[in-house]
């Protein structure tokens, strides 16, 4: 995850692709309230398209917050940079 924030905040990307699991991924989405992995899901059906797609928007806003969390970051390192230049008589 650090080369996919430095990469967007220096702007050599705007995408990437993040792979939780291998290709058979048997991930257990407890905390969205799923009783079946992400593999089961996926050969459920319509039946499971919403869960499954329930998950995948959930990842894709988690991973929106990537480039606010880094300006934060460049922010916080902006803000101690100049304490300690004022604490040295700058």
Wanted: glycine share 8%; hydrophobic share 35%; with cysteine.
């Amino acid at each position: 995850m650090d080369i996919a924030v430095a990469a967007f905040s220096c702007d050599i990307t705007r995408v990437m692709s993040l792979q939780l699991s291998y290709a058979f991924s048997h991930i257990l989405h407890s905390w969205l309230g799923h009783t079946s992995d992400h593999h089961t899901m996926s050969h459920g059906g319509q039946a499971r398209r919403r869960e499954l797609q329930e998950g995948d928007r959930r990842l894709v806003l988690r991973a929106d917050r990537i480039p606010a969390r880094e300006a934060r970051r460049r922010e916080r390192g902006r803000r101690h940079a100049a304490r300690q230049h004022a604490r040295r008589g700058g």
